[in-house]
């Protein structure tokens, strides 16, 4: 079946400007997470949805950084007045729902701030 | 405050030799662990994991070692193959009020087998 599907892959943006990157879960999963990976480091955790709620929100480095999840399924990361410390790879992953079960990711998405 | 350290960027190895990577924890909340691999460009794809109340799980050529005591996590990959070329991070699951499930990752190792 279809894994989770990161949109875009790549995304170059000036300073500044807003951005919108998206995740498309695995069917039925209803736990989501977005993580971020800069240069040279681990993947550090930005937001936990359950279902459409977000009860884990601890991770977003700054008021500029929000996202929703519309449906139990499509979620959507907004950054907005994007700096250049904001490059990094976003990365999607989903579960069904169990604890103590792997994450799935996507592919990602390359954020490059110029 | 890095809860799972994963001390050594990088490791080489022989084909046919064994890979070790290593992972500490400082959080005795933490009771799943899990292994992933990443290659360049691609979302990293879970490998295996280790609950708490176990010492050692095994899936072919991967075993993964838990030593609670130390808080330290070990991965084995027995033989190594160039295939197995990849970044390797180490994640644990805190026991939570909240039980969100998130994974608190390491930096990682960059593992490189030579032909």
């Known amino acids: 079946g279809a894994g989770v599907s990161q949109s875009p892959s790549n995304k170059v943006t000036e300073k500044g400007k807003d951005v919108e990157l998206r995740c498309d879960p695995i069917?039925?999963?209803?736990?989501l997470y977005w993580y971020r990976q800069s240069l040279g480091q681990g993947l550090e955790f930005l937001i936990y949805?359950?279902?459409?709620?977000?009860?884990?929100k601890s991770g977003l480095p700054s008021d500029r950084f929000s996202a929703e999840r519309t449906g139990g399924s499509v979620s959507t990361l907004t950054i907005q007045r994007t700096q250049q410390e904001d490059s990094a790879v976003y990365l999607c992953?989903?579960?069904?729902?169990?604890?103590?079960?792997?994450?799935?990711f996507g592919n990602g998405t390359r954020l490059t701030v110029t | 405050d890095q809860q799972v350290k994963q001390n050594s960027p990088s490791l080489s190895v022989q084909e046919g030799r064994i890979s070790i990577l290593n992972c500490d924890y400082t959080?005795?909340?933490?009771?799943?662990f899990l292994w992933y691999k990443k290659y360049p460009a691609e979302g990293p794809t879970f490998l295996i994991s280790?609950?708490?109340?176990?010492d050692k799980n095994e899936d072919g050529r991967f075993t993964v070692f838990l030593n609670k005591s130390a808080k330290h996590l070990s991965l084995h990959i027995v033989p190594s193959q160039p295939g197995d070329s990849a970044v390797y991070f180490c994640?644990?699951?805190?026991?939570?009020?909240?039980?969100?499930?998130?994974?608190?990752f390491g930096q990682g190792t960059t593992l490189q087998v030579k032909p």
């Open positions: 280790i609950s708490s109340i176990k």
């Open positions: 959080n005795s909340m933490f009771d799943y």
């Open positions: 949805f359950q279902g459409n709620s977000a009860p884990d």
């Open positions: 069917s039925g999963h209803t736990a």
């Open positions: 994640a644990a699951s805190p026991i939570s009020s909240s039980n969100t499930g998130k994974l608190i």
């Open positions: 992953a989903t579960r069904e729902g169990t604890y103590n079960s792997p994450l799935h």
